[in-house]
């Protein structure tokens, strides 16, 4: 058995939680790999829901481990609200099951300012050229890490060395928003706060890529769970409308400390329409009834954010071009019950522009705006997939929508996700097992 490694083919929002949930029992540990607390992962378990946006969606599973990797930005505050919140639900949260990497990089108060400074500074500048942050202080974050000024995990444990370090960031930050217009930041009030809440987190810290490495030789098998989606990697998504870090599974053994070979078998989430949250190019988006209706049944509103999701129709282009930057080997076809009685659907098959035909997302962002999709046009199915568990219990038309995306896309589905519920899972491939 290997190891697998999750990681969204589309905009993100694709139904990662439910799919690493159902994997992790199949798993020892679990590892979040990059990103933040701007990805939100929802669980349906019996009936409870689970909302995580930092955390690894294994938590909620008994006798497995949890690690967050040195890739992942850590809001220290969010992350003591995210335990005690899923401990109200009966999770049990300890050192035992969770592991912080020592090496990982914070999100401090001025991230956010800035972060938000910064998209007000972009909207009053030019009325739509926001790209659509959170405005949790991810991006910033990861500038001072690669800046060299970023403030770590295993900082904590040195208060002298944690005040030198704010001053430092201070400089930085409080021109920048005094430059924007906002208010500044008081670093002893940071430094206090700071203080109290890494006594909280300090005792779930350790050394995650020696954990690994032992894991390594005793063969347990690892589960990286990525965060967000191929699209929104920021070499390879529609830049600048993406996330600040890498999305794609290279980053799981980078964003944890494994060498590359041990990532293996790479399982794409991929929904089966396309939906997207915030500003950037969007080329099979419906702003019609179509659009809202798949909105309306898919319960498209962001996880993290509230925002409501831009739908439209299955892009085989960019999911193609996902897996294939990706190093996608199946994918996860999740939300196929969305589809559910629709008389005919659309596929993105290729992009028009300026009289030629594009079988890829091209790099420019002037590019990306300006493609036009080319529909291949299929019949629906009048039955329901919700809840279906074998391939026996689809509707005809629904299996081969399903074929057609495996042709489109040049990979296989190796799971069929039918609900949010955990077991609503068709299975045609164990990834650990491939």
């Known amino acids: 058995m290997g190891n697998v490694a999750v990681i969204g083919s589309q905009w993100g929002d694709e139904g990662k939680g439910k799919i690493v949930d159902w994997l992790s029992s199949r798993a020892d540990i679990v590892v979040r790999f990059q990103g933040g607390h701007n990805a939100g992962h929802t669980l349906v378990i019996d009936g409870v829901v689970y909302k995580l946006s930092l955390l690894p969606s294994g938590i909620v599973r008994p006798g497995k481990l949890s690690i ?47 972060d938000k400074a910064l998209e007000a500074a972009r909207s009053a500048a030019k009325p739509g050229a926001e790209i659509g942050t959170t405005g949790r202080g991810i991006g910033p974050s990861y500038e001072d890490k690669v800046a060299r000024r970023g403030l770590r995990v295993c900082d904590l444990a040195h208060p002298e060395l944690v005040k030198e370090k704010l001053e430092s960031l201070l400089i930085h930050h409080n021109a920048l928003l005094k430059g924007l217009g906002a208010p500044t930041l008081d670093l002893m009030t940071i430094y206090d706060d700071l203080m109290q809440v890494g006594e909280k987190i300090l005792p779930y810290t350790g050394v995650v890529w020696k954990r690994l490495e032992q894991a390594r030789v005793a063969r347990e098998k690892v589960l990286f769970e990525g965060a967000q989606g191929t699209m929104l990697d920021v070499d390879h998504g529609t830049y600048p409308y993406v996330t600040s870090s890498n999305t794609v599974a290279g980053q799981a053994a980078a964003g944890s400390g494994v060498g590359p070979k041990s990532v293996g078998y790479v399982l794409g989430i991929t929904k089966a329409y396309t939906t997207r949250v915030g500003s950037g190019p969007f080329p099979t988006e419906q702003q019609n009834d179509i659009g809202e209706l798949l909105g309306q049944r898919g319960h498209e509103f962001g996880t993290v954010t509230g925002r409501k999701r831009r739908c439209g129709w299955f892009d085989a282009v960019m999911v193609r071009q996902a897996l294939k930057v990706g190093g996608i080997d199946g994918i996860a076809l999740t939300k196929l019950d969305v589809l559910d009685g629709m008389q005919e659907l659309k596929i993105c098959v290729g992009y028009e522009l300026n009289g030629e035909r594009f079988d890829h997302l091209p790099a420019s962002s002037i590019s990306q705006a300006s493609v036009k999709p080319v529909y291949e046009t299929i019949p629906g199915w009048s ?8 391939w026996a219990q689809l509707p005809a038309e629904a299996v081969k929508y399903v074929r057609r995306v495996e042709e489109l896309i040049e990979a296989p589905v190796t799971l069929l996700s039918t609900s ?6 068709i299975l045609m491939q164990d990834p650990f097992l491939a």
Request: proline share 7%.
């Open 68 to 114: 967050i990797g040195n890739g992942v930005v850590v809001d220290p505050w969010h992350l003591v609200k995210e335990i005690a919140s899923i401990t109200e639900k009966g999770v049990t949260v300890t050192p035992e099951n969770l592991l912080l990497a020592e090496n990982a990089t914070l999100i401090l108060p001025m991230h956010s300012a800035t």
């Open 420 to 425: 949010p519920e955990r077991d609503d899972t």
């Open 383 to 390: 039955g329901s997939t919700q809840g279906a568990r074998s």
